[in-house]
Nanobody, 125 residues
């Protein structure tokens, strides 16, 4: 069974930074075989794409509103993916999820097969 566990969320102020982690585990699961993405879900909104990283980590993709503020990275040896979030804004408040996709790249929720339970990020003004 594959587990993906997010951590690192919390309550911060505008302009602060947070680093989210996504730890993957499973008897035969290797995160190096998957593209990993971060999504977020704010109250009253659809779940939206934040960032993704290809299997090797060479290529990264970001939603326009996150470019320049968020950085996705991965450590395949540790089966972990990170999301560094800087210059946080109140509109970044959401539950953040990591997910794994067998696609080489995707920004679409439906193409992600394994999901974590999410970590809450709250940015106060």
């Amino acid at each position: 069974q594959v587990r993906m566990v997010e951590s690192g969320g919390g309550l911060v102020q505008t302009g602060d930074s947070l680093r989210l982690s996504c730890a993957a585990s499973g008897r035969t699961f290797s995160i190096s075989s998957y593209c990993v993405g971060w999504f977020r879900h704010a109250p009253g909104k659809e779940r939206e794409f934040v960032a993704s990283i290809t299997r090797s980590g060479v290529y990264t993709y970001y939603a326009d509103s996150m470019k320049g503020r968020f950085t996705i990275s991965r450590d395949n040896a540790e089966n972990t993916v990170y999301l560094q979030m800087n210059s946080l804004k109140p509109e970044d408040t959401a539950v953040y999820y990591c997910a794994a996709s067998a696609s080489s790249y995707s920004n679409t929720v439906d193409e992600y097969h394994y999901w974590g339970q999410g970590t809450q990020v709250t940015v106060s003004s």
